[in-house]
């Protein structure tokens, strides 16, 4: 009876570890580094494909930082065809907005965007869209601008501070020379704030959850 026991307690552990491993949070670590969900809202005019560069240019730059995002659409109003994923609050996840311009300056974070912890990001098309009519004469850098705005305000959230810094993306003013840093790749998060933030997403996932189904699983396996 005593083996019986043994062998039913050891399965029950191995399917508590499956559930747990089956169900992945908004933030977690994967096999390159850590991961986070990135829900985007956009209640701007800015076209689809911009918006999809723009996506590419920020998870280019987390790359560097072994994190990796993942971007889900959700519309700006609910609908019977809308994704699950958007009506959900999974821990450590982060919502991603894109407005058409500032909010009468409520938030001042900068004129591009803003940030509200644990889980808003915001930046602002029309601001990022006169940056590059002001540092370049290339609307194709316009998908690579949004993306580093993106990229910062999400580094905000992860860096679980709203400190800005000297240089890297993490400055508070931008220009001609950042523009150029980001089109050669070269506006990155520091080792530092790369090493805090994996650190912090961790604990922004929060431990494994045991549902309801999990106890199910568990109370047959030693039964």
Known sequence: MGQNFSVRFVVGILVLF???VSRPSAAQTSATGAMVNVLVMNYSVAPSEVLVKAQAEASRIFARSGIELAWTYCPPRRSVVSNPTCDSEAAGEIRMRVLGHQLNNVFQDSIFGFAIAPTFATVYYDSAHL???????????????????????????????????????????????????????????TPQQSLRMRNNIQVRAGPPSITRLDSIEIHRALN
């Open 18 to 20: 499956a559930s747990a």
């Open 131 to 189: 940056l590059v009519e002001t540092a370049s004469d290339s609307e194709s850098y316009l998908p690579v601008v949004l993306g580093g705005l993106m990229a910062h305000e999400i580094g905000h959230l992860l860096l679980g501070e709203n400190q800005h810094t000297v240089s890297g993306i993490m400055q508070a003013r931008w220009d001609i020379l950042q523009i150029q840093q980001l089109m050669k790749g070269a506006l990155q998060f």
